[in-house]
């Protein structure tokens, strides 16, 4: 169930922190006037194709408040819910909890180019991780096969298939940069994706509408769009799920990585980094002096991936000199 929760103001509106912002809502007040006139079953269905509808779904879950404007109780009860969902769909008991974010944490991660081997286990471990949809094989990072002397991600091979590495190659990860300038928040037209405190872009799988402007907007090609209603077995799926990351999401929505918040705001490491055999990776809190990732941030030359499009990422890259 949900902890760390935020305060109410107290004034009885259901906002965490201050009087809610309407404009951050208004899926909710489009979609109550068109389930006023159509019916909620009718209008659900037409708003939203792709989106998973079953016949069981109460009014409740359609019109289910944002996460932001979500009292605690009524967070609670949300919760419950989808662990029931989860049980009943997939025969796994889960646990979900809502983490938030820790004040004076801002999340950054480096990776050591020198030293990737391009195996692709943290994608492979993303993957378990995050309870991906086995048929698709999907995982949140896209290990690239570079050729020597080229830094241009869009040259890079996402499908190489021989032993690694390759002598004439390098090779670069790459998942979402938590850009403190997100162009894929900019363009959501409901606003169910926003950037945390602590530097992490989430997204409100139960907000959001499935659109995929945030999937072009992303230059880093980060986003992942749930076609299907994710297939994982009752027992490879992972228990520990939190609402905002790897809890499995529905048919017709967006996801993408969240440097495993589900982990990592509990002090952990996300699972690429545990699983990277090399040591390539290097996680941490940006606003810590002594941290390992502030130690590679002021003793290595590191660079971002297109700095050009001012998206200013969290995730930097660096060579061994
Ligand atoms: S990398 Fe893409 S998905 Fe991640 S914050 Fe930047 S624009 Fe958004
Ligand atoms: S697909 Fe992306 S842009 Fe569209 S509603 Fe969902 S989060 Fe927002």
């Known amino acids: 169930m949900s902890d760390n929760k935020k305060e109410s103001c107290g004034s009885g509106c259901g906002c965490h922190n201050g009087a809610p912002d309407e404009s951050l809502f208004n899926r909710r007040n489009v979609l109550k006037a068109a389930g006023a006139t159509l019916g909620v079953a009718a209008f659900a269905k037409a708003m939203a194709p792709i989106t998973e509808w079953k016949e069981t779904t109460s009014v409740d879950e359609f019109l289910q408040t944002h996460y932001r404007e979500l009292s605690n109780d009524q967070l609670d009860e949300v919760i419950a819910r989808l662990e029931e969902e989860t049980k009943k769909d997939y025969g796994a008991d889960v646990t979900i909890t809502d983490h938030r974010p820790q004040m004076g944490v801002k999340f950054g991660y480096a990776l050591n180019l020198s030293i990737c081997i391009g195996c692709r286990r943290c994608a492979e471990a993303c993957h378990h991780e995050n309870n991906h949809d086995r048929a698709t094989s999907n995982s949140y990072i896209r290990v690239l096969e570079m050729t020597k002397g080229s830094m241009d991600m869009e040259k890079g091979n996402v499908h190489y ?66 076609w299907k209603k994710p297939v994982v077995p009752k027992n490879e799926i992972n228990p520990n ?63 971002v991936l297109k700095e050009e499009l001012g998206t200013r990422p969290s995730f930097f890259y660096f060579f061994d000199e």
């Open 161 to 226: 298939d021989h032993p690694v590495p390759h002598p004439d190659k390098f090779y670069m990860p790459v998942q979402c940069q938590q850009c403190d300038n997100p162009p894929c928040v900019d363009v959501c037209p409901v606003e169910a994706t926003w950037k945390e405190e602590d530097g992490i872009v989430v997204v409100d799988y139960n907000w959001c509408i499935g659109c995929r402007y945030c999937e072009a907007a992303c230059p880093y090609h980060a986003r992942r769009f749930n």
């Open 241 to 303: 799920q939190s609402y905002l990351s790897n809890r499995i999401r529905p048919q017709g929505v967006m996801e993408k990585c969240t440097f495993c918040l589900h982990r990592t705001r509990e002090g952990r490491m996300p699972a690429c980094l545990e699983a990277c055999p090399t040591g390539a990776r290097v996680f941490g809190n940006l606003l810590d002096p002594h941290s390992e990732i502030r130690k590679v941030i002021d003793t290595k030359r590191v660079f």
